[in-house]
């Protein structure tokens, strides 16, 4: 548990209600050890409006999370009456707390003194005892619609968290700080984090910098020791090569300096934009070498006078980038680089080049009434063609709850359209100028195809990218799905030197990019599919939801695991969030068969077979959707249509048996039990 918020320093001290959100959730003021209402659910109400600190929050919006299985005049009711058991804890404070309006509920700001808010604004240098529990510990499992929403939530504080730390590191390195001042913000940093290697490198380096080249290595060996029980990973080249300069075993001895920024974060650091000029005839050239796309989203235009056309519009464009920066593939410029191009109209060409980038998102904001007009284009720089417009109109309800909506909207959109360019781009290259990249795309195309003869080759082109580029993270992990998929297709002539690759591959990935939620998502699969390791794959796969929140993969893979474990309330959930994240993605399939895994886990077999039959449709030669579906079938009463299931399966897999499959499938007991019965009601070969 953390140490509790000092209070800031008040001429005239009134009294104030000090909320913590991390670990057991707390609230008390000096009137009042404890101010917290008895029920849970009116817990979280409290803990809801903490988390808008002080913004308003329909009603609507609160009954949908917490009541969300109920009709909604109960949902309503059963809101009134937390609102009144709260009205009650909460008056022993001794200050006015909870503002209760006809149709929105929000805490007076001015009254309240909330830990979180300390972390998000402490100023640069300001020691903060940063948290290491996890936000709302005792709040979870209330009902689905919030329990997600508090995973997002989680999620999304423990990223902003991360890189207020990552950022005061660099501070301290940049400022020649102390070496102890380095040495506890790395503390702070792997308190949350064990696997941080930057951080690692940072201590080592700063204790040689004291002179103290023994407990230097002690800690390369801690960190060692961390790699190897967490990821199944050796530290990487860079932190080996740090070892051996201490023990004087490199050929070189160059003086030992504060670790560098990481390089995309310098080149958006160090980033400057000319002045506005006239187009020029020759422009600079985009590097499309890079390993990622690349996009800019700019300010978001909307008239003077508009305040909730402006507003809308700064907040779309803050979430945007936000949503965009968590996807993993995609490298995002900042807002404050981008705030800069405020001139409209802009060549997208100009900008691109001036930004070394490959699209440009813009877009306008105007009210007319009661409803507003929402236009957004995604542009490809190089030619200055639009690869995407959309125009929309929308009634202006809840300001808030629009933004996130429209939000989650643009980038489940845009993202795709990025991709598929991307991918359209590569296929028109010559073999001959092809970079990782574009191999990683063309691989990963051929392997959602689940056809044999294009599954090997997308193993070959993944193979390539990584001669092609060693350092690449990206065509690793994905190399290591390959390897999965080739174990759960039952294609694999070695599963033992499969499931060995898959492990060394994600590993491999994460010491080269160690907060990549792709990585971070497929190292959990690879633990919970080939080792059954489901508490190292949940560390990894929370990991990757905080990391990247708008990842649809590590959903969809949180998804997986969750089901094999007989949690089918949240596989679907996950598998819901990551198909509306990525609705185009070439994998979509295999999320689908996701929420069918889910509902057959939870027992809800018509919602299974449905979701079965649509990714069946999706793509008819993915196995393990083909066997969930034939025992939901079973448990349908349907043998016919089970039994056609179980044929489909032998037709891909001419060699399978129940007794190889129930040896290696990632189930758990309870469930691997029933599901052999079922399948072999539907007519698999023993």
């Known amino acids: 548990m953390m140490s509790s918020i000092a209070l800031p320093a008040r001429e005239q001290r009134a009294p104030v209600v000090q909320f913590s959100l991390f670990g057991r959730f707390r609230v008390w003021s000096d009137a009042a050890p404890d101010l917290l209402p008895r029920t849970r659910k009116s817990r979280a109400v409290l803990a809801i409006l903490a988390l808008e600190g002080g913004r308003p929050v329909r009603r609507t919006r609160i009954a949908g999370l917490l009541w969300d299985r109920v009709p909604e005049e109960q949902a309503r009711n059963s809101l009134r009456q937390a609102v009144s058991e709260l009205t009650n804890a909460l008056r022993g404070a001794g200050v006015a707390v909870l503002d209760a309006r006809r149709d929105d509920l929000r805490l007076h700001a001015d009254a309240c003194v909330i830990d979180l808010a300390a972390f998000e604004n402490a100023a640069p240098g300001e020691r903060v005892a940063w948290p290491q529990a996890a936000l709302l510990e005792d709040l979870g499992e209330l009902a689905p619609a919030f329990d997600q929403w508090l995973h997002g939530e989680r999620a999304r504080i423990d990223r902003r ?13 940049r400022a020649d700080s102390p070496p102890e001042q380095r040495i506890a913000a790395a503390r702070d940093l792997l308190a949350r984090d064990a696997t941080h290697e930057r951080a690692w490198r940072l201590i080592i380096r700063s204790l040689a910098d004291m002179g103290d080249t023994g407990q230097a290595l002690r800690e390369y060996i801690a960190c060692e020791t961390a790699l190897r029980r967490l990821l199944d990973a050796a530290p990487s ?123 440009i998102l813009s877009g306008s904001v105007s009210s007319s009434g009661p409803r507003l007009r929402i236009f957004n284009e995604l ?52 073999p001959s100028s092809l970079t990782a990249y574009d191999l990683l795309l063309r691989g990963l195309d051929r ?169 069946f449709a999706s793509n008819p030669m993915l196995t393990s959707n083909l066997r969930t579906l034939a025992a939901a079938l079973v448990m349908q009463g349907e043998i016919d249509a089970a039994r056609e299931m179980a044929a489909q399966v032998v037709k891909l897999q001419p060699d399978f048996s129940l007794r190889r499959f129930l040896a290696r499938t990632p189930f758990s007991q309870s469930i691997r039990d029933a599901h052999g019965e079922r399948l072999r009601l539907a007519g698999l070969p023993s």
């Not at 968290?161 to 390195?173: D, G, S, T, V, Y």
């Not at 650091?269 to 002045?275: E, G, I, R, S």
């Not at 807002?335 to 060549?347: F, I, K, M, V």
């Not at 030619?383 to 929308?394: E, K, T, Y």
Request: neutral net charge; charged residues 20%; aromatic residues 6%.
């Open 237 to 359: 080249a860079e932190t080996r090569a740090l070892r051996d300069l201490l023990r004087g075993t490199s050929p070189a001895r160059p003086a030992l300096a504060p670790a560098p920024i990481p390089q995309q974060r310098a080149r958006a650091l160090a980033m400057t934009v000319p002045a506005r000029a006239p187009v020029a005839p020759a422009l600079a050239p985009i590097d499309h070498n890079q390993r990622q796309a690349s996009i800019a989203v700019l300010p978001f235009a909307a008239p003077a006078g508009q305040a909730d056309a402006i507003l809308l519009a700064n907040g779309l464009v803050e979430g945007v980038i936000h949503e965009l920066s968590g996807l993993g593939d995609l490298f995002v410029i900042g807002r404050g680089t981008s705030l800069a191009y405020t001139q409209q109209p802009l060549d997208p060409r100009v900008v691109g080049a001036e930004l070394g980038v490959r699209y």
């Open 161 to 173: 968290l991360r890189e207020r730390m990552e950022a005061e590191i660099e501070r301290l390195c």
């Open 379 to 430: 542009i490809e720089t190089v030619g200055g063609s639009v690869v995407r417009a959309d125009r929309r109109n929308v009634a202006l309800d809840d300001l808030f709850d629009l933004q996130d909506t429209l939000t989650a909207e643009i980038v489940s959109a845009i993202a795709p359209s990025v991709r598929e360019n991307e991918l359209a781009r590569a296929r028109r290259k010559p």
């Open 447 to 615: 392997m959602s195809w689940l056809e044999p003869t294009a599954f090997a080759e997308a193993g070959r082109l993944l193979r390539r990218g990584m001669e092609l580029d060693p350092g690449f993270a990206a065509v690793r992990s994905h190399a290591a799905t390959w390897h999965n998929y080739n174990l759960a297709q039952g294609w694999s002539s070695d599963p033992a030197a499969d499931t060995a690759a898959a492990a060394r591959l994600a590993g491999e990935a994460l010491e080269r990019d160690h907060n990549d939620a792709v990585a971070l998502a497929i190292q959990g699969q690879t633990l919970s599919f080939t080792r059954r390791d489901y508490s190292a794959a949940r560390h990894f796969l929370d990991r990757a939801i905080s990391v990247g929140p708008s990842a649809s993969l590590a959903w969809t893979l949180s998804s997986t695991t969750h089901g094999w474990t007989g949690d089918g309330e949240s596989a679907v959930a996950h598998a819901m969030r990551g198909l509306r994240l990525s609705p185009r993605d070439p994998f979509a399939f295999f999320t689908e068969h996701m929420v069918s895994q889910g509902h057959y886990v939870a027992g809800d077999f018509d919602e299974a077979v449905r979701w079965g039959r649509k990714a």
